[in-house]
């Protein structure tokens, strides 16, 4: 069963706009972490933003804010005043007990383009 | 500073030649990862190094072979590779593989690997 989910296989959004990416999760544990990369078409993953499960507040850094729902086990990424440098692959990730350490599952990603 | 770097950026090898990609972290981490990932895929996960030490094997095919010579470094050597393994081998860092469900992956700029 697929653990992390992106429902929006691309997103298009103009410049100086906000934009939502979806992600919804599963799991049973009480205890994981919730992240957020973006890739560009250079290929570098390249970490955003982190949510707890135990974490009360949203998390932002900058203009990236996470909408953290725990009881609907969503984690939507919130850009805000897009910017053209913004377009790239987003993948949501969540990181969770394996075999003894803790790894990292991807969703299949969000391509967002920003336009002029 | 939380840079991970690759070397080579480009890799074409023959499915008879030996290969190796080379990742170097000078961040402390302890923890080490690398994934391979197709176009328009999420990152699958290959290999974790906890302590210089190979924890985690995710059924990888024996003609991948890494190696953790110290802390900073992570080779994965290549040997009689075949055409569907081009891809993107991108390397990772992180504080500690351990179960600690906070702990951020950095990810290096990755290999682009073609095999012909």
């Known amino acids: 069963a697929q653990k992390i989910t992106q429902t929006q296989p691309g997103m298009f959004v103009q410049e100086k706009e906000a934009v939502t990416l979806d992600c919804t999760y599963d799991?049973?544990?009480?205890?994981?972490?919730l992240f957020w990369y973006k890739q560009p078409s250079s290929g570098e993953m390249i970490f955003l933003i982190y949510?707890?499960?135990?974490?009360?507040q949203n998390a932002t850094e900058g203009r990236y804010s996470l909408n953290f729902q725990k009881a609907r086990k969503s984690a939507n990424l919130v850009i805000s005043a897009s910017q053209l440098g913004d377009s790239a692959m987003y993948f949501c990730?969540?990181?969770?007990?394996?075999?003894?350490?803790?790894?990292?599952?991807f969703g299949k990603g969000t391509m967002l383009l920003v336009s002029p | 500073d939380t840079e991970v770097t690759q070397t080579p950026k480009h890799l074409v090898m023959g499915m008879t030649n030996k290969k190796s990609l080379k990742c170097e972290q000078h961040?402390?981490?302890?923890?080490m990862y690398w994934y391979k990932q197709k176009a328009k895929k999420p990152p699958e996960l290959m290999f974790v190094?906890?302590?210089?030490?190979?924890?985690i094997n995710e059924s990888v095919p024996s003609r991948f072979s890494p190696e953790c010579p110290n802390s900073s470094l992570l080779n994965l050597h290549l040997h009689a590779l075949q055409p569907e393994d081009s891809a993107l081998y991108l390397c990772?860092?992180?504080?500690?593989?351990?179960?600690?469900?906070?702990?951020?992956?950095?990810f290096g700029p990755g290999t682009r690997l073609t095999v012909l």
């Open positions: 799991t049973s544990d009480q205890s994981y972490g």
């Open positions: 949510q707890g499960s135990y974490d009360e």
């Open positions: 990772a860092s992180s504080l500690d593989a351990d179960l600690s469900l906070t702990d951020t992956q950095y």
């Open positions: 990730a969540m990181r969770e007990p394996n075999s003894g350490y803790s790894t990292l599952t």
């Open positions: 961040m402390g981490h302890r923890a």
């Open positions: 190094y906890s302590y210089e030490k190979l924890s």
